[in-house]
Each structure stands twice: as C-alpha cells, then as structure tokens.
C-alpha cells in the first residue's frame, strides 16, 4: 500500500488550528447545514461535529479539491447522519426561514430563500452549493459524486422553476 502525502493546510496541524476552522468557515457551514436541515440548534451541532471532523482529520486531505469542497463535504455527509438518525425522524419540523441568523441590518425579503427551499432535494441541493456556496459546477460535481452535465442541467431547470414562480417578484 503507497501512502500519499497530506496536503492539508498547515494551519490545520497546529494547535490554533480548529479556531482558524471555526473563523474561516464556521458561518459559511452554519447557514448550509441551516438550510439543510432545517433546525438551527441541529446545524449548531452539525458545524462543530463538521469542524471537529476536518481538524482531526486534516492529514487525510490530499489537495484533490479545494479546502471548502472538502469541508462541505464533511458537512453534507454529517447533516445525512442526522437527517437518517431516528430522532430527527421523530421531531416535529420547524418553519426553517424562522430560525435563520438574521442579517445585520434592515428587514429581509425571504420570498427567494423560501421559493428555493420548496424546491425538490436534487435542485435544492445545486443551488444552495452554487448560490449560497459560492462553488463552481466541478467542485458541485465533486461533492454530489455526480456528473459535470448533471449540475448544469440541475442548475438550469431550477433556476427556471424559480423563474417561473416568482415571475414578477424581482425585475421580472
């Protein structure tokens, strides 16, 4: 067996390593692991069981994708622990746009964020890592473990469905 070298970020062997987790990513993992599973206090849980993960195993990151595709990964897979956990199973749903940090200022419009999350998991999914995310369509490929096609197209119908239902909303 050839071990590979790690090519994890250097500041994630050292002991201040999980603050600089918490700072770099911590709020970008909060609103995606939020909106996944639809509970704050469970995405709470979700982002420090995420950042808990990567540190720990930060030597087994080989550099084949960016750090934040690595990380949502590590993210993803954790909210589908919990969403299959029987507990979560067992709760009754909360009205997910309710439990959202809000924004600094002002009021927010949540029709678009709303509008997205009545959307089907597979169209879901590519517009929260694209949009939400900032990913490209390869690193969306990378963490879905789908092909390149198969974002786009995801991508394109949903965003049409979206334009269809909130035709008017904004801009038309």
């Not at 597979?122 to 929260?128: G, H």
Request: glycine share 6%; with cysteine.
């Amino acid at each position: 067996v050839r071990q590979t070298e790690s090519k994890a970020p250097s500041y994630l062997q050292d002991e201040d390593g999980f603050a600089r987790l918490i700072d770099d990513w911590g709020d970008r993992l909060l609103r995606l692991c939020t909106l996944y599973l639809g509970d704050v206090h469970l995405a709470e849980d979700a982002v420090q069981e995420t950042l808990l993960k990567a540190w720990r195993n930060a030597d087994r990151f080989r550099g084949g994708g960016s750090e934040i595709t690595w990380i949502t990964r590590i993210a993803i897979n954790v909210c589908k622990g919990y969403l299959r956990s029987p507990w979560k199973r067992r709760r009754e749903p909360a009205d997910i746009m309710d439990q959202l940090p809000a924004p600094a200022a002002g009021l927010r419009d949540d029709t678009l964020p709303k509008a997205i999350m009545r959307r089907s998991r597979p169209y879901r999914d590519v517009i929260l890592l694209r949009y939400y995310q900032q990913l490209k369509a390869r690193e969306i490929a990378q963490l879905l473990h789908i092909p390149l096609s198969t974002v786009t197209v995801r991508l394109s119908r949903a965003r049409q469905q979206l334009r269809d239902e909130l035709k008017g909303w904004y801009y038309d």
